[in-house]
């Protein structure tokens, strides 16, 4: 497609459950971003991938909190044990040379 | 600690008016900034950007004030338009290059255009 694709859009899950979060870039955008939206908050940095080089991770908030992005496309951001604070819109984004960052419509993550 | 501020979670302004979103940042490494807009249940889309070697960068009704001394933006939309109501994001990066560095966002200021 021609924009960013999330999936799932919405997902409800126990508290202590493992959640899978699943994004699709622009196709040849090298760059990759997560953010989080918590209730009433700004968008709060997670990860960002570039290229072949190590993710800049420093934005994760516990080791509870992965990611990884295969082959330089899709990347899935995995979230163990999850915990009501949680909840938030996770949104991805993808950037190219030049440009600025295209956002995804966001999974809206519910702990429950 | 929140490098980028944005004081006013709401705005609500008359139709036809000027609009004015407000942001402060506390890192003096920031080079670029820009605008986002959010509509409910989208992912936010870029709305306009200023480099910090320029002090205001018009598009359209869409203006961005840089006040560095200050470490101060303003967004200006004039007139404001009902479709204009959404929520905007002030963001801004150090050493952005066209895209490959993280951008480090306000909190949001929900802009709410009335008739």
């Known amino acids: 497609g021609a924009g960013v694709s999330q999936s799932p859009s919405n997902k409800v899950t126990e508290k202590g459950k493992d959640v899978e979060l699943r994004c699709d870039p622009i196709s040849g955008h090298t760059a990759l971003y997560w953010y989080r939206q918590s209730l009433g908050q700004g968008l709060e940095f997670l990860i960002y991938f570039q290229g072949n080089s190590a993710p800049d991770k420093s934005g994760l908030p516990s080791d509870r909190f992965s990611a990884e992005r295969t082959g330089g496309s899709v990347s899935t951001l995995t979230i163990q044990r999850t915990q009501q604070e949680d909840s938030a819109v996770y949104l991805c984004?993808?950037?190219?040379?030049?440009?600025?960052?295209?956002f995804g419509s966001g999974t809206r993550l519910t702990v429950v | 600690d929140q490098q980028v501020k944005q004081n006013s979670p709401s705005l609500s302004v008359q139709e036809g008016r000027i609009s004015i979103l407000n942001c402060d940042y506390t890192?003096?490494?920031?080079?670029?900034f820009l605008w986002y807009k959010k509509y409910p249940a989208e992912g936010p889309t870029f709305l306009i950007s200023?480099?910090?070697?320029?002090d205001k960068n018009e598009d359209g009704r869409f203006t961005v004030f840089l006040n560095k001394s200050a470490k101060h933006l303003s967004l200006h939309i004039v007139p404001s338009q009902p479709g204009d109501s959404a929520v905007y994001f002030c963001?801004?990066?150090?050493?952005?290059?066209?895209?490959?560095?993280?951008?480090?966002f306000g909190a949001g200021t929900r802009l709410a255009v009335h008739p």
């Open positions: 984004a993808s950037s190219w040379v030049n440009y600025g960052y295209t």
């Open positions: 890192n003096s490494m920031f080079d670029y």
């Open positions: 200023i480099s910090s070697i320029k």
């Open positions: 963001a801004a990066s150090a050493g952005f290059s066209g895209g490959y560095n993280k951008l480090i």
